[in-house]
DNA sequence: TTATAATAGATTGTATAAAATAGGCAATTG
DNA sequence: CAATTGCCTATTTTATACAATCTATTATAA
């Protein structure tokens, strides 16, 4: 195992990332480049880059000489996001499953383990979403997509957002384990056109559950 | 029309990107901070972060202490990028078509003009990509999906480089021209399903044009 | 009282300088 | 002579310092 060396920047950029999922950097709140160097322990460069990089992700934005920000959680945006997933999913989920090997569904079923049994547990949200995140991606594999597959993780950095949200105030995808089972199913018999229906359907699912959940807060 | 203030760091941005664009950063060729600072009369930390959010966008590739380069051009990429952009931009034009204004159409006529007689002059490939950015936005103003219309023009700025490249290697997007009006008909007319296929198509002939000519050039 | 201008403080943007790192070359060792 | 180690240089990364910009508050005039 080679160790990997970080740039601070690179830490600065998975530590705010990291504050901004959990919820602990609230949407709106300006995030000041003095304070989080300060408490960091880093100067004001780091930050800055970082806070840029996370721009680009779509976590954070940019105002020039008025600085930065965690973008706000809209119902608006869920819709675009959740829809632009399922499309982008569905189209790699297809082109993996034709070539996808048994290892790598394999490693599939083992991370579905992991994560029902997450679910119960401490720090459920955000172990959640990483599994979450490793079962998807280990289903595209096949796909051999390198591009498609990285814009898969941006768009799904901006909905672990929602997800956790939604995970952490109202107790779960209450349905996303049993959806998990059958795409898995799907995919091990290699029913594509099922497969990618099942997909499309367990992104909209979350689309809907989660918007309905925002728009409720939105009213009180 | 208020005038809009720019930092240095979107400054350098705009200028690379164009000289990438452009082909006078040729792809692979490393970018030297200090040498780019000194060029553009600023110091380097403009220049980094204009290197970060060129990066951001797939134009550049950043490694830790070696340092950025223009990302190359190759076949694979154009396969990914093209299919990626040919679903959803079909998709959003479809959602487009549902609500787009008499005026948008118009507008996206005009440019079309434009876009013919821009093909013939000195500096085409530039003001062209240029103009056919515009000419698919208008189309897509009716969709009212800002974070996929920015998701469409970020492929948009990586396929630039290929479309400009194509226009000036080998003479032009040989059918771009009758394609667009035929498109532009369709959406006149409403006509959703032969608009969208219209559009998939003109995107993917394209693909296959510069795929044509990539691996043409590889093998000399 | 209300609107506008001036000012102070805070914050960001940029420049310069120092520290850290990678890659190559020479010296040393077996 | 080959291989390894240590040093040197080029370059990037980070820190510090300064300049430009914004925001809020106060002062001034209509």
Partial sequence: MTIEYKTRTQLVVEILREKILSGEIVAGQPLRQAALAKELN?????VREALLQLEAEGLVAFEPHKGAS???????QVDELFDLRAM????L???SLIHITDDALEQAANILLNLDSALGKENAANTWSELNSDFHNCL????NRPQ????????????DRYIRMHLLWAGGISKAGPEHAELLAFCQARDIENAVAKLKQHILNSRDE???????????
Same sequence: chains 1, 2.
């Fill in 42 to 46: 880093v100067s004001r460069i780091p």
């Fill in 70 to 76: 965690a973008t706000e959680l809209c119902a608006a």
């Fill in 88 to 91: 982008i999913e569905g189209d």
């Fill in 93 to 95: 989920l297809a082109a």
């Fill in 140 to 143: 595209y594999s096949g796909a």
């Fill in 148 to 159: 498609t597959a990285s814009l898969v993780n941006v768009l799904n950095k901006n909905a």
């Fill in 210 to 220: 989660i918007k309905a959940f925002l728009s409720q807060r939105e009213a009180s």
